[in-house]
């Protein structure tokens, strides 16, 4: 009986389906258009406050609820250097620049011409710009030449991370988990040096085969690559960067949150407070911006200082005698999708 009625045709039927799909269509298109946000306003309030409860209960004293309700829903990014350039057209010193993408390394030449070397992580320059030191799927230590093509490649069961070239590329040294090794410059000669602190990069004494690192007990730690025992050297609070300054290891303590050392010695630190990053060279206050700045490069004539100030979107370069600024804006649409970091400014080749 059902399936009787359902087959039966009522007179009319037809043209009325017709003129109400009309009036509904005409309807639909007159509508007021409201975007998602508009539409979902209550419950993204209502999900944002939720998310602002929570954290809270996590929130270390003195952290105001109004932060905490920005970081919910996106903090505004932070106002820049004023008339800063849109593009990065050219760089203000000689050398080649290296950032760190998401995308993997990026070269940018003097000229402001770029090239991407593909999908590496945690690069860094080889002397004269000659080659780049890169890991590739977190495991592999590969050695690439500027145009991206791979020289080599040494695969390891550690996570890989941080490669840094000595003095005249005859050897790299990197962490793998908790371990120091160094390896020849052509990929040959693989060992160990000691046991590491994953989060500080090594670092080559100038001119020679001496490396420095930070061991798994939080001291410093000095050894020939090529042989010998290694020194320790007591830590005095924990180091989050190391270099060389007159021949000697020189440890950036916390809380400095990044550091670059300059070829003449100069050492340029970021220090955060009250919501604010400051730049220092020695004990002079050369930049100060809101937010996050999180990665330095000196240019290789030292004049030069490379900042990356991730919360206003912009690189910042500082001449630090006579004072300049030189910035550039919408670093995150020419490198993204995120802000990259400053991974080195290499000598000429």
């Given at each position: 009986m059902k399936l009787d009625l359902e087959h039966i045709d009522i007179p009319g039927e037809p043209d009325a389906r017709l003129r109400t799909w009309e009036t509904?269509?005409?309807?639909?298109?007159?509508?007021?258009?409201?975007?998602?946000?508009?539409?979902?306003?209550?419950?993204?309030?209502?999900?944002?406050?939720?998310?602002?409860?929570?954290?809270?209960?996590?929130?270390?004293?003195?952290?105001?609820?109004?932060?905490?309700?920005?970081?919910?829903?996106?903090?505004?990014?932070?106002?820049?250097?004023?008339?800063?350039?849109?593009?990065?057209?050219?760089?203000?010193?000689?050398?080649?620049?290296?950032?760190?993408?998401?995308?993997?390394?990026?070269?940018?030449?003097?000229?402001?011409?770029?090239?991407?070397?593909?999908?590496?992580?945690?690069?860094?320059?080889?002397?004269?710009?000659?080659?780049?030191?890169?890991?590739?799927?977190?495991?592999?230590l590969v050695a690439l030449d500027p145009r991206g093509s791979i020289r080599w490649a040494v695969g390891r069961k550690q996570l890989v991370r941080d490669p840094r070239w000595s003095y005249e590329g005859y050897?790299?040294?990197?962490?793998?988990?908790?371990?120091?090794?160094?390896?020849?410059?052509?990929?040959?000669?693989?060992?160990?040096?000691?046991?590491?602190?994953?989060?500080?990069?090594?670092?080559?004494?100038?001119?020679?085969?001496?490396?420095?690192?930070?061991?798994?007990?939080?001291?410093?730690?000095?050894?020939?690559?090529?042989?010998?025992?290694?020194?320790?050297?007591?830590?005095?609070?924990?180091?989050?960067?190391?270099?060389?300054?007159?021949g000697n290891v020189f440890a950036v303590r916390a809380p400095a949150a990044a550091a670059a050392f300059a070829g003449d010695g100069a050492v340029a630190r970021v220090f955060r407070s009250d919501g604010r990053a400051h730049v220092t060279v020695g004990d002079r206050v050369v930049f100060s911006g809101a937010g996050i700045i999180d990665s330095l490069a000196f240019s290789p004539d030292s004049r030069w200082l490379a900042v990356g100030w991730r919360s206003a979107d912009q690189l910042v370069f500082i001449r630090l005698r006579p004072p300049q600024l030189y910035a550039v804006s919408n670093v995150t649409r020419q490198f993204g999708p995120r802000f990259p970091t400053i991974a080195g400014w290499c000598c000429t080749s």
């Open positions: 509904v269509r005409s309807a639909f298109e007159t509508r007021e258009r409201i975007t998602w946000p508009r539409r979902h306003v209550r419950a993204l309030a209502l999900t944002a406050a939720g998310v602002a409860v929570v954290a809270a209960a996590f929130t270390p004293p003195g952290r105001s609820v109004v932060n905490t309700m920005r970081d919910a829903v996106g903090r505004t990014k932070v106002e820049g250097v004023r008339n800063a350039h849109r593009e990065l057209v050219r760089l203000p010193a000689a050398g080649p620049l290296l950032l760190q993408s998401a995308r993997g390394p990026w070269i940018v030449r003097p000229s402001g011409s770029r090239r991407l070397l593909g999908g590496y992580s945690m690069a860094s320059w080889s002397p004269h710009a000659k080659f780049v030191a890169a890991v590739r799927y977190r495991y592999e050897r790299i040294a990197y962490l793998s988990d908790d371990t120091l090794r160094v390896i020849d410059g052509d990929g040959g000669n693989d060992r160990g040096l000691g046991s590491a602190d994953p989060r500080v990069a090594p670092a080559w004494r100038p001119g020679t085969h001496e490396v420095a690192w930070v061991g798994a007990d939080g001291a410093v730690r000095v050894a020939n690559a090529d042989g010998g025992v290694p020194r320790r050297i007591p830590a005095r609070g924990r180091v989050v960067a190391l270099g060389w300054r007159d």
